[in-house]
């Protein structure tokens, strides 16, 4: 057994505990003959999460979207595929006419995604679908028992880290400090990273606590966009990425590559062509049942285990223990890199009161062996 808290990751590990700082870019011009790349390869197992009431309308017109069997067939039939506009008409027995309106409103809604590229007369529009799963939380009522909090922190923003090279930070402009030196980890420009990546190690956030006073926490989330870490990338690179919150370890999971060959959505056009482009967007659920990632059962922790203090912050780690079975390293991705726009994202649901029908409250559960 491996001690969840504290970590010991012994001497080769190069730790440190960092504070605020002014942000400034440090820019890396593009390499001399660099070319676009416009071909579009979208990986499978990309996850889109929205809330139902979204302030600008996104999820309704989402819905909309898939609010028609003919739309419902394109995304079907291109799958992982990128495909010109003309084939998936022909394909489907469709005017071309018919097609590319369709094709527009999945466009808007951000469900595919098109690129015109060089064809033998001209120029062609190639599709490729956005995304395979969507999550989406339905509206709660004022009759809910439970309420809750959401806090995003810029992945720049730990407190406290322990890294193995190789190891780096990014901002949307350029490098953070030099390559494969652990001190740039302690650099002010740190807030601003939207990547950092780290062979063996974890870095870790404070999340302030935002529960109200009395109210008890019965569900934890959090999602990042994740990777391994491999020379430039490898589609076939396992690491096992660990989470732990408040010091307990939630379990680990294995990622199966260092995703790239095409470029992220977000990925500026001064990284490498060759280097880490994306990950996946991943979810650790934490409940009175255990802990979940994507849905999947991940391990017996459950939220009361995490022991949730009044007015304490909430400490998240992620990172890849080094004697675990893949020690492949990890890339965190931020909102202006990779292909989600977020952040390190964590949710607290919580209960102040039960609902009028419910008779009692529900029995403590037994404390749990951590």
């Given at each position: 057994?491996?001690?969840?808290?504290?970590?010991?990751?012994?001497?080769?590990?190069?730790?440190?505990?960092?504070?605020?700082?002014?942000?400034?870019?440090?820019?890396?011009?593009?390499?001399?003959?660099?070319?676009?790349?416009?071909?579009?390869?979208?990986?499978?197992?990309?996850?889109?999460?929205?809330?139902?009431?979204?302030?600008?309308?996104?999820?309704?017109?989402?819905?909309?979207?898939?609010?028609?069997?003919?739309?419902?067939?394109?995304?079907?039939?291109?799958?992982?595929?990128?495909?010109?506009?003309?084939?998936?008409?022909?394909?489907?027995?469709?005017?071309?006419?018919?097609?590319?309106?369709?094709?527009?409103?999945?466009?808007?809604?951000?469900?595919?995604?098109?690129?015109?590229?060089?064809?033998?007369?001209?120029?062609?529009?190639?599709?490729?679908?956005?995304?395979?799963?969507?999550?989406?939380?339905?509206?709660?009522?004022?009759?809910?028992?439970?309420?809750?909090?959401?806090?995003s922190m810029p992945i720049g923003a730990y407190s406290a880290f322990e890294v193995t090279p190789t190891c780096g930070l990014a901002s949307s402009s350029g490098l953070i400090g030099y390559l494969d030196d652990p001190n740039a980890f302690y650099e002010p420009e740190r807030i601003g990273a939207q990547l950092l990546w780290f062979r063996s190690g974890f870095v870790e956030y404070?999340?302030?606590?935002?529960?109200?006073?009395?109210?008890?926490?019965?569900?934890?989330?959090?999602?990042?966009?994740?990777?391994?870490?491999?020379?430039?990338?490898?589609?076939?690179?396992?690491?096992?990425?660990?989470?732990?919150?408040?010091?307990?370890?939630?379990?680990?999971?294995?990622?199966?590559?260092?995703?790239?060959?095409?470029?992220?959505?977000?990925?500026?056009?001064?990284?490498?062509?060759?280097?880490?482009?994306?990950?996946?967007?991943?979810?650790?659920?934490?409940?009175?049942?255990?802990?979940?990632?994507?849905?999947?059962?991940?391990?017996g922790v459950t939220a009361r285990a995490l022991a949730f203090k009044p007015r304490q912050p909430v400490r998240v780690r992620i990172g890849v223990r080094p004697d675990a079975a893949h020690?492949?390293?990890?890339?965190?991705?931020?909102?202006?890199?990779?292909?989600?726009?977020?952040?390190?994202?964590?949710?607290?649901?919580?209960?102040?009161?039960?609902?009028?029908?419910?008779?009692?409250?529900?029995?403590?559960?037994?404390?749990?062996?951590?």
């Amino acid at each position: 057994m491996i001690p969840d808290c504290p970590l010991d990751y012994g001497a080769p590990m190069f730790s440190g505990r960092v504070g605020p700082g002014t942000m400034r870019d440090v820019s890396l011009p593009i390499g001399a003959g660099r070319k676009p790349n416009l071909q579009v390869i979208v990986p499978s197992g990309k996850a889109l999460m929205m809330d139902a009431r979204s302030p600008d309308g996104a999820t309704v017109a989402l819905l909309k979207a898939l609010a028609n069997e003919t739309r419902m067939s394109i995304l079907e039939y291109l799958g992982d595929r990128v495909v010109a506009l003309t084939q998936i008409a022909l394909d489907l027995g469709l005017p071309a006419s018919t097609t590319a309106m369709h094709i527009g409103i999945l466009e808007r809604a951000g469900l595919l995604h098109t690129e015109l590229q060089p064809a033998s007369r001209g120029l062609q529009k190639v599709c490729a679908r956005t995304y395979d799963e969507l999550v989406i939380d339905l509206p709660r009522g004022a009759h809910h028992s439970l309420d809750r909090v959401e806090i995003s922190m810029p992945i720049g923003a730990y407190s406290a880290f322990e890294v193995t090279p190789t190891c780096g930070l990014a901002s949307s402009s350029g490098l953070i400090g030099y390559l494969d030196d652990p001190n740039a980890f302690y650099e002010p420009e740190r807030i601003g990273a939207q990547l950092l990546w780290f062979r063996s190690g974890f870095v870790e956030y404070l999340f302030p606590d935002r529960v109200p006073p009395g109210a008890t926490v019965v569900s934890a989330q959090l999602t990042a966009e994740v990777s391994s870490e491999a020379p430039l990338h490898d589609l076939d690179w396992p690491s096992d990425i660990s989470v732990w919150i408040n010091g307990i370890h939630l379990g680990e999971w294995t990622c199966p590559a260092d995703y790239g060959g095409s470029r992220g959505r977000l990925t500026p056009r001064w990284w490498e062509d060759d280097n880490s482009q994306f990950g996946v967007l991943k979810r650790w659920h934490v409940t009175g049942e255990g802990t979940a990632i994507d849905g999947l059962p991940l391990s017996g922790v459950t939220a009361r285990a995490l022991a949730f203090k009044p007015r304490q912050p909430v400490r998240v780690r992620i990172g890849v223990r080094p004697d675990a079975a893949h020690v492949g390293g990890i890339n965190l991705f931020g909102r202006r890199f990779g292909h989600y726009p977020q952040d390190l994202v964590l949710r607290l649901e919580y209960t102040t009161a039960l609902r009028v029908e419910d008779p009692a409250a529900p029995p403590e559960p037994a404390p749990d062996s951590v």
